[in-house]
């Protein structure tokens, strides 16, 4: 007989009816956005890219917002997502901790961008706007967008990072198949790729320049707004649904996490899955947190706490948050999607106050993690999964030594199936 616990499914009835906005419990309050010339950013500036639905969701102090019937709808094609206990990874470790996974790979997109992206979408259409202008590092998030396009009726334009495109060149497929129009970036089109291309024409772009090509984009036209997929509030509010969900499903099986893991790009999936936690932290709960990010792009283990743009253009308001500054290139390692500068200024407060702690992973062991995982659980983790699945298997194997097994709790943010050429170039060392 498998166990009860092997795959913990909730009926759509408990789909979350609210996302939950922790500002108002986090430890520390928020420092406010700047404007370049160091003064708090007023709601208003952010109208030329955002509807004011959203402005306020990413400011408010508000804890709940109903979850609007057009999105709870699009949400109930694949959510709730299972929560998975991955026995044949504990077992092929050969360790007693539990180790359970948030599987986010099931939604149209594949990752759990699709979240935010149908909220999004939403939000916008009901603004009255027409189009959508959006940056994409490794494809995930502009696949999320173009879905979302669909779903709502809008004209979506994809900046997609050079190195990505030419890496992952299904993904611009994909994209063009639900309608977008993908550039390669730094393009021709814009102010901010044009002077890129001009500096360096061999540029391999980063995500902070696409950034500031869609934001120009999108502040340029009045029938555009611009759509981020991660760092800000208001995305972290929207992937809160992973939380609520976890905690649902871990009660359901009669478990408390010891352990909640997930990889950290820009914040959104780890911020989604940690927020509804931080409560009952507060109140005592041990329960420790942990984002993994890639060594190679070290933000919250190596940036400095400061006030930064989040795009290289400067064009962005000022975020409080952990940096390694606007104009750091990451190295084009595979996963795309953890090649950012920044971090989201809620993860950056949580760990600045202690309540999260960070780790670097990387090397050999992410993908030796990543083929173990598929060969005992049967899905290919997305590169930037892996991360926290490599986090999840060093600290399963550290308390079988310290023989205090544990559970832990980590987010497979996406499959893998559009990476495959990561996993192509460590093939022979598996
Ligand atoms: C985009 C992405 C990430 C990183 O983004 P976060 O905002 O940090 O969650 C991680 N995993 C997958 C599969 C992604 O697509």
């Not at 092997?6 to 108002?24: A, F, G």
């Not at 949400?75 to 901790?97: D, N």
């Not at 320049?209 to 208001?234: F, K, M, P, Q």
């Not at 590169?383 to 709790?409: F, N, R, Y």
Request: charged letters at 20%; a neutral charge.
């Amino acid at each position: 007989m498998p166990s009860e616990d092997t795959l913990i499914t909730l009926p759509k009835t408990e789909i979350p009816r609210s996302w939950y906005n922790v500002l108002p419990d986090l430890p520390e309050p928020l420092e406010p956005y700047l404007t370049p010339s160091g003064e708090a950013v007023k709601p208003e500036q952010l109208a030329a890219i955002f509807p004011a639905s959203l402005i306020e969701q990413e400011l408010s102090p508000r804890r709940l917002f109903d979850i609007p019937v057009p999105v709870a709808e699009a949400l109930a094609r694949y959510r709730p997502t299972p929560l998975q206990r991955a026995a044949g990874l504990e077992k092929a470790l050969g360790v007693r901790s539990r180790i359970y996974f948030k599987n986010e790979s099931v939604s149209p997109s594949g990752s759990h961008k699709s979240n935010t992206a149908l909220a999004q979408a939403h939000f916008n259409r009901e603004a009255g706007i027409r189009r959508l202008a959006t940056e994409t590092g490794a494809g995930q998030w502009g696949t999320a967008l173009s879905i979302a396009g669909c779903a709502f009726g809008l004209e979506i334009r994809v900046y997609m990072v050079r190195v990505s495109l030419e890496q992952k060149p299904y993904r611009k497929t994909v994209m063009n198949l639900m309608g977008a129009e993908v550039l390669s970036s730094p393009s021709d089109l814009t102010a901010a790729g044009r002077r890129a291309k001009a500096e360096n024409p061999r540029t391999l772009g980063s995500l902070g320049l696409a950034i500031s090509e869609a934001v120009e984009d999108a502040a340029s036209r009045s029938d555009t707004n611009y759509s981020l997929g991660s760092v800000l509030n208001h995305v972290i509010l929207h992937q809160t649904v992973i939380g609520q969900e976890i905690k649902k499903q871990l009660s359901l099986a009669g478990v408390s996490p010891d352990y909640l893991i997930a990889c950290h790009g820009g914040g959104s999936n780890f911020g989604g899955m940690a927020a509804p936690f931080v409560p009952e932290i507060k109140d005592g709960a041990r329960i420790a947190l942990i984002a993994a990010e890639p060594e190679s792009c070290p933000t919250l283990t190596r940036g400095r706490f400061a006030h930064d743009h989040g795009d290289v253009a400067g064009l962005t308001p000022l975020l409080p948050m952990y940096t390694l500054g606007k104009d750091f290139q990451p190295p084009a390692i595979h996963a795309g999607g953890l090649r950012y500068h920044g971090a989201s200024p809620i993860v950056s407060s949580l760990v600045k106050s202690g309540m999260v702690k960070p780790l670097a992973v990387g090397g050999a062991d992410l993908f030796r993690y990543a083929a173990l995982f598929a060969r005992t659980e049967f899905i290919i983790p997305a590169p930037e999964s892996a991360h926290a699945l490599a986090a999840a298997c060093l600290k399963a194997l550290e308390l079988e030594q310290a023989g205090t097994p544990g559970t832990i709790v980590f987010v497979l943010s996406g499959h893998g199936l559009l990476d495959l050429s990561a996993f192509e170039s460590f093939i022979d060392t598996y």
